[in-house]
């Protein structure tokens, strides 16, 4: 059973920062293909950022173009996702996932690719 461990969610103010971070098996870790996807109530899940083995290759949704930075270091085991200039409307729930097979880039941001899934972190912002 594979565990990937989210946190760094939390309320603040539109146009505050907050990192996520997400553990994961330290065997595996730098051979997976991950991302970030989010999902507010009512809403489907969408997908926010992903990223390849060796963060050659990134990926991101429109909507978090230029304000979010996902990023992983493989020694750690650890992927992030820098979130600056928030908006109300990046109020969800944050997931991390991972999937050992190739992903093609243009593939990163959907959720059905992805095998493995973390619990997910809260993150709220108030206008």
């Known amino acids: 059973q594979v565990q990937l461990m989210e946190s760094g969610g939390g309320s603040v103010q539109a146009g505050g920062s907050l990192r996520l971070s997400c553990v994961g098996p330290g065997n595996m870790f730098s051979t997976w293909f991950m991302g970030w996807f989010r999902q507010a109530p009512g809403k489907e899940r969408e997908g926010v950022a992903g990223?390849?083995?060796?963060?050659?290759?990134?990926q991101y949704a429109e909507s978090v173009k230029g304000r979010f930075t996902i990023s992983r270091d493989n020694a750690k085991n650890t992927l992030y996702l820098q979130m600056n200039s928030l908006k109300p409307e990046d109020t969800a729930m944050y997931y991390c996932?991972?999937?050992?097979?190739?992903?093609?880039?243009?593939?990163?941001?959907?959720?059905?690719?992805?095998?493995?899934w973390g619990q997910g972190t809260q993150v709220t912002v108030s206008s």
């Open positions: 996932a991972a999937d050992p097979n190739w992903i093609l880039s243009s593939w990163l941001l959907r959720d059905a690719k992805y095998s493995y």
């Open positions: 990223i390849d083995l060796g963060s050659i290759t990134t």
